[in-house]
Structure formats: C-alpha cells, structure tokens
C-alpha cells in the first residue's frame, strides 16, 4: 500500500533537465525519509539523494549542486529536479521510502537517457 510510484523519466540531451517525481500513499507521508537511487547497466544501485521528514538534504558527490531533491506533503509526493545532465547519468532511478515502524519500500523505477 505504500509502495512509491515514479514518474518523469525520459530521453534528454546533455545539458538538459528532467524533473522526477515520486508518490506515496499513506496518512502519515511528512514522517517517511524518502530516497532517490540510480542502477546504471553492470553497476550496483547507488544513492542519489535523501530527504527527511524534516526538510534535511543528502546528495552524492556526483550530483552536487546539478540535482535538487524535494519534497510537497500535501500530495504525497517527493521531486527530483536534475538539471546540467551528464551522459553518466543515464540510469534506471528508484524513489524509496522509509515508513517507520514499518520499513522500506521501493517503486519500480523510471528510466532516465542523457544522449545526443
């Protein structure tokens, strides 16, 4: 019931932007620490950002001040904004989120492609 869904991926040239986004069902979605992660092709997933209940930001190195992670409790959602994208990028992106008391939940994921 509270497995996320995403949304937004596509192809986009270097340099571009997408925005991703991620719904959450349930009463309680300000309390979840929601995730965004990336598996690329022959590589294990890695994390892109976090955000807590509180609004605190955690970013991987590699998207540092390129992606912002976001967040609208009144609908339940979580964004990603990637701007300045890079080839390396391109990856399948996850959105997670962390109910507590009751664990962590994963969608299916939406592809993102950053070619020419």
């Known amino acids: 019931q509270v497995q996320p869904v995403e949304s937004g991926g596509g192809l986009v040239q270097p340099g571009g932007s997408l925005r991703l986004s991620c719904a959450a069902s349930?009463?309680?979605?300000?309390?979840?620490?929601m995730g965004w992660y990336r598996q690329a092709p022959g590589k294990q997933r890695e994390l892109v950002a976090t955000?807590?209940?509180?609004?605190?930001?955690n970013y991987a190195d590699s998207v540092k001040g390129r992606f912002t992670i976001s967040r609208d409790n009144a609908k339940n959602t979580v964004y990603l904004q990637m701007n300045s994208l890079k080839p390396e990028d391109t990856a399948v992106y996850y959105c997670?989120?962390?109910?507590?008391?009751?664990?962590?939940?994963w969608g299916q994921g939406t592809q993102v492609t950053v070619s020419s």
């Open positions: 349930g009463r309680l979605f300000s309390s979840y620490l």
């Open positions: 997670e989120s962390v109910v507590p008391g009751t664990g962590a939940f």
């Open positions: 955000i807590t209940s509180g609004g605190s930001t």
